[in-house]
């Protein structure tokens, strides 16, 4: 028979073991998912698929279709020249699909005597090769550096992960305005806000730090944002406009999700933003 004492002992160390085996497999459970996020981290940060629309489906009737060197690849878009005297728009798009998706966007652009460049990125759907935040910051730079060659004023709308490229070519070159819509404060900032439990500063690759490239934006800024966006919280567009050395407006939308800004009539916003700074 054993004795009380002996049971007791028995017991905690029972216990003990049961503890620490539990701690062991929430420990590989834990590393299994930082694991899974980092080596499939670029498969959850962008969604580049889809169609490519073609030109000749649009009502871009004067626009032309480019293909830019750029990196170890070439970047395809569109160019439209801009009416005489006025600007030209280089759009930085979002982290789906193909920049052929907004050509509703374009087009209105066009119809007010602006001229536009819009392209996908390097491995999105017009664009063959891979995507990581060097390349698409070469080829951000490559698009911009081809339109300062066409001779008219530039101005810079960024959207979403668009406003990350859009921000710092801002820093990096001169341009008249930068639009950024729907921005993030940095990409890691929204990972962490969405995976509070990872360690997404250690491990994430593609961590666009808006909040550092803003500081070097001459540039006036506008941001707009949305309070019901729940892909990129509203703070981070606040916080953002924060930092820009030289804030024009924020154009924060009660109600209006990520996707909803075009609807709600940022362009309304857009347009006298360029105008002012296009008359300093």
């Known amino acids: 028979m054993w ?11 029972l216990l003990r073991r049961i503890l620490i085996a539990v701690l062991v497999l929430v420990a590989l ?7 899974y996020m980092y ?4 498969a ?11 030109l000749a489906e649009t009502r871009l009737t004067a626009a032309k279709d480019i293909a830019l060197p750029s990196g170890d690849g070439t970047i395809n878009g569109w160019y439209q020249e801009p009416r005489s005297g006025m600007p030209v728009i280089i759009y930085y798009k979002g982290n789906s699909k193909s920049f052929s998706e907004e050509h509703e966007r374009y087009e209105t652009f066009v119809a007010e005597g602006y001229g536009f460049l819009a392209f996908d990125y390097r491995g999105f759907p017009a664009s063959p090769g891979t995507i990581s935040q060097d390349n698409i910051l070469t080829d951000s730079l490559t698009a911009f550096d081809w339109a300062a060659e066409q001779g008219a004023p530039l101005l810079i709308w960024g959207r979403s992960l668009g406003s990350g490229p859009a921000t710092f070519v801002g820093s990096q070159r001169d341009a008249q305005a930068l ?7 940095s990409a890691v900032t929204v990972a962490g806000e969405r995976y509070p439990y990872l360690p997404v500063t250690l491990v ?6 808006n909040n550092d490239w803003i500081r070097s934006v001459e540039e006036p800024v506008l941001v707009a944002h949305g309070t019901a966006d729940t892909t990129i919280e509203v703070t981070n567009g ?12 924020v154009w ?29």
């Open 44 to 54: 959850l940060q962008y969604a580049a698929t889809g169609p490519v629309i073609p």
């Open 3 to 13: 004795s009380a004492r002996r049971i007791s002992r028995f017991a905690v160390t």
């Open 39 to 42: 080596f499939n981290q670029r």
């Open 29 to 35: 459970g834990y590393g299994g998912v930082v694991g």
């Open 179 to 185: 639009l950024l819509e729907t921005p993030f404060l």
């Open 238 to 249: 606040e916080r953002l406009y924060a930092l820009a050395p030289n804030p024009d407006t």
């Open 204 to 209: 994430m690759q593609d961590q666009f730090p």
């Open 252 to 280: 924060i939308v009660p109600g209006a999700g990520h996707s909803d800004l075009w609807a709600a009539g940022i362009w309304d916003q857009a347009k006298p933003f360029f105008e002012r700074a296009l008359s300093r």
